[in-house]
């Protein structure tokens, strides 16, 4: 089935000067598109030798060239520390210095250390614990660091009590390979969270370099007993959270700096559908490698103003290697406990996922501005209220609403700008009014557009953060879409044009299979209570995954991690049916869904997220 894709429609402007860097902050929020024909092919004049490089690699389609190259007209010409009134006086270096990758007050990232390649292991659906007890299979790998990050760790949950055996299980396993190699090594584990309940937030330390969880505290976190870990395992667990709403929202696994794992699942309690990817480092990749560019930023964050680690590890000789031990020890053997069977998305043919692949690291900068920008008419008038009293406390808050200047927004509006074919939306919440005007003008252009949302999901946490629900927006847009077709004469609407909205309903069950006896057995049989996956594919070869959802939280104030993958079709499609097949057909369409046209054609243009057949319009009307 075809994915999502989406357009971009305005002009192509290239800052040419520092002055020129410097725009009014009410830029218009649309995502530039390339004109010239040479932009695609890497020869534009303006690109730096590395981009152009980049741009020219093997592998490259027009599709992903044409999205890349507005990502980096669109991330230039929006950056927004460098348009802002108090930079406008600084000196080039001091911008440089404010732009690097590694500095973490910065809002702006040069594409150049952005661009990167990837070498994909896999991709995997499940839930929250199976996709924890999936990390935890490759924890069981380290050698010599594990860093785990997550925005939410719910200490009674499964996973954090996966993750703490874990931790003993290698704890066990350091004490036998010291004693195997002589050594006397231990083995650093790096927790890192921004919430563990609402107290934890409220009476979080305001020092941005966050607070140090002692190891008498550990026990209130789940975590296990020092007095175990002590000599074996140098733990270290740290929480950052700026009041009020400043959540470090992103979530990402790093095993010896050379495994990493990008979930979309929290430390947490909920049986919601997740999805993880999972990426290596090789010894022969440039430093350029994605593994190394989350490896930079978790330095820039949770280490900041420490002395960076190394770049890759030595490998560990072992001093004994003809001597074969079972490290296991029968009891310290991890079980297979429940929720570990993560269903892996291999592809058909025999084919793998490995394979170098063009990708782009794409951070969201923690913003502290709140109330965020609500955008939306119901509360509006609150809204200026609030800003005309607070509008000191708030000044930066009204810039959020038209933020394109960091990687996360600038490639979603640009590869949705872009698509000509196809997008396809996989997102728990959906209120970020860009990106909801973005995927109308798609709509409008003639491109197929399809949602994947839950109901009823975290609908306070919305108000807060957007002022509005998914529910409300989702009205108003195909609201949009009813009023605009009727607009349209005969012979506009005949377009390929499409709005297709589903909502996840763990409650709705699948036909009953011919071995189920009972409705009761079949409804056991479902693992999922929400949806919870982040996933964004335009045209199916431009996917974008990691933790940034479409809602106002992630658009302007949640810190996320996203990595933008330039992948062939047959592993977007890959990923998207197994998302499809996830779902297990437990889905709403919402009411006011379908082709800004309607009529049969002569044959079958594609199939539904819900398995249904969709049948293409022929050019006659109905």
């Known amino acids: 089935m075809a994915t999502t894709t989406i357009t971009a429609a305005t002009t192509n402007r290239q800052p040419q000067t520092d002055d020129d860097h410097i725009l009014p902050s009410s830029v218009p929020l649309r995502a530039s598109r390339p004109g010239p024909a040479y932009a695609l092919s890497g020869a534009d004049p303006s690109l730096s030798p590395k981009l152009a490089s980049w741009l020219n690699q093997p592998g490259l389609t027009p599709t992903h ?83 785990i990050v997550t925005g939410f760790l719910n200490p009674t949950s499964a996973s954090v009590k996966n993750l703490s055996r874990t931790i003993e299980i290698l704890a066990t396993r350091q004490v036998l390979k010291n004693v195997r190699r002589g050594t006397d090594n231990t083995l650093k584990v790096h927790i890192c969270f921004s919430s563990s309940g609402f107290l934890q937030k409220v009476l979080h330390t305001k020092n941005p370099k966050g607070r140090i969880w002692k190891p008498r505290e550990w026990k209130k976190l789940g975590l296990g007993d020092p007095n175990y870990l002590k000599g074996k395992i140098d733990l270290t667990v740290k929480s950052i959270f700026v009041r009020p709403v400043g959540l470090l929202h992103g979530k990402y696994m790093i095993v010896d700096r050379k495994i990493l794992v990008v979930p979309s699942s929290n430390l947490s309690w909920e049986e919601w559908l997740e999805g993880a990817t999972a990426y290596l480092r090789y010894p022969d990749d440039s430093p350029d490698c994605v593994v190394r560019k989350f490896v930079q930023y978790w330095e820039s964050i949770w280490r900041h103003g420490e002395e960076p680690g190394p770049e890759r590890f030595d490998p560990i000789m072992e001093r004994f290697p003809a001597v074969m031990l079972n490290e296991g020890g029968g009891s310290i053997v991890m079980e297979r406990p429940r929720g570990l069977a993560v269903e892996k998305t291999g592809l058909a043919g025999g084919a793998r996922w490995e394979g170098f692949v063009p990708t782009v690291f794409l951070p969201h900068p923690e913003r502290g501005s709140f109330p965020p920008v609500w955008p939306l008419g119901e509360v509006e008038f609150i809204w200026k209220i609030v800003k005309s009293i607070m509008g000191v406390v708030f000044e930066n808050a009204g810039r959020d609403q038209e933020y394109l200047g960091n990687p996360q927004n600038a490639f979603w509006m640009a590869a949705i700008e872009g698509a000509e074919k196809s997008i396809y939306v996989h997102t728990p919440n959906v209120t970020a009014k860009p990106l909801i005007d973005a995927l109308m003008r798609a709509v409008k252009r003639g491109v197929v557009v399809e949602i994947v949302t839950s109901m009823g999901m975290m609908k306070w946490e919305q108000l807060v953060t957007a002022g509005t629900t998914t529910d409300k927006c989702l009205v108003k847009m195909v609201t949009e879409l009813q009023n605009w077709k009727g607009t349209l004469d005969e012979e506009e609407a005949i377009t390929t044009g499409g709005l297709w909205i589903y909502r996840y309903n763990s409650m709705k069950r699948p036909p009953l299979l011919p071995f189920i006896k009972q409705p009761e057995d079949n409804f056991k049989l479902t693992w999922y209570d929400k949806s919870h996956v982040k996933c964004l594919i335009v045209d199916e070869e431009v996917v974008a995954l990691g933790s940034g959802n479409f809602d106002q939280a992630s658009w302007a104030t949640s810190q996320e991690v996203n990595v933008g993958l330039f992948w062939d079709s047959v592993r977007a499609r890959r990923v998207r049916q197994a998302l499809v097949d996830a779902l297990a057909g437990r889905l709403e369409v919402f009411r006011g869904s379908g082709w800004v046209k309607g009529g049969l054609g002569d044959d079958e243009y594609d199939y539904g997220v819900d398995g249904v057949p969709r049948i293409k319009r022929n050019h006659h009307g109905s």
Do not use: W
């Not at 007890?133 to 790998?141: A, V």
């Open 65 to 147: 060239k044409r999205i890349a190259h507005a990502f980096y007209t669109t991330l230039s010409s929006h950056s927004q520390d460098i348009h802002s009134s108090k930079h406008k006086f600084m000196s080039k270096l001091e911008r440089l210095r404010l732009s690097r990758l590694d500095n973490p007050s910065s809002a702006t990232h040069p594409i150049e250390e952005l661009l990167s390649t990837s070498y994909v292991d896999d991709y995997v659906v499940g839930t929250g614990e199976s996709l924890t007890n999936f990390q935890c299979t490759k924890m069981l790998e380290a050698e010599n660091e594990v860093i």
